[in-house]
T-cell receptor
């Protein structure tokens, strides 16, 4: 079975631009979570979606938004990019209440 | 914000030695998990220990949990060069009605196993 997939692998943007990151969960998983990992730190929770509804939101500004589609894939959008948004963005999927499986991440660089 | 704090921040050992990493956390938990990350790539789940468990084994891994001290330890026995990676503990708060299952990670321990 395929694991969690994320696209793109790497992305370079400039300040002020907008970016969309994509995540496909493991087949059968209805919960998708997003995490941001800045270099040298542990991942920080951004959002969780379950059955297309937001179930949790971390301490991130409104520039960050996400959605989940009927096939349970998800997109993370970040508007008005700042240099500090440069990070590895990780997606995780699960059967809600069970272990989360992480994708390989999208490395975002903001110049 | 980070809840967990791993200790030490970095650890360098020789192949065959044991590696012990510690994690402390602040609030009540449903479970505590350990993950491995190689060179800034995705996270690999190692082991999950529930709040009502005290010790768990998986292959060369041994995890302990002391909820009274809000701490956990990960022991890797007979380490190998391939164990070189960053190790993170992550806590999951008690699942509440309508709540999320967010994981709260520490800053990690960078383990180097020298051949």
């Amino acid at each position: 079975d395929a694991g969690v997939t994320q696209s793109p692998t790497h992305l370079i943007k400039t300040r002020g631009q907008q970016v969309t990151l994509r995540c496909s969960p493991i087949s059968g998983h209805k919960s998708v979570s997003w995490y941001q990992q800045v270099l040298g730190q542990g991942p920080q929770f951004i959002f969780q979606y379950y059955e297309k509804e937001e179930r949790g939101r971390g301490n991130f500004p409104d520039r960050f938004s996400a959605r989940q589609f009927p096939n349970y894939s998800s997109e993370l959008n970040v508007n008005a990019l700042l240099l500090g948004d440069s990070a590895l963005y990780l997606c995780a999927s699960s059967f809600f209440g069970a272990r989360q499986f992480f994708g390989p991440g999208t490395r975002l660089t903001v110049l | 914000s980070q809840q967990g704090e791993e200790d030490p921040q970095a650890l360098s050992i020789q192949e065959g030695e044991n590696a012990t990493m510690n994690c402390s956390y602040k609030t009540s938990i449903n479970n505590l998990q350990w993950y491995r990350q190689n060179s800034g790539r995705g996270l690999v789940h190692l082991i999950l220990i529930r709040s009502n468990e005290r010790e768990k084994h998986s292959g060369r891994l041994r995890v302990t949990l002391d909820t009274s001290k809000k701490s956990s330890s990960l022991l890797i026995t007979a380490s190998r060069a391939a164990d070189t990676a960053s190790y993170f503990c992550a806590t999951e708060p008690p699942l509440t009605q309508g709540g999320s299952e967010k994981l709260v990670f520490g800053k990690g321990t960078k383990l180097t196993v020298n051949p």
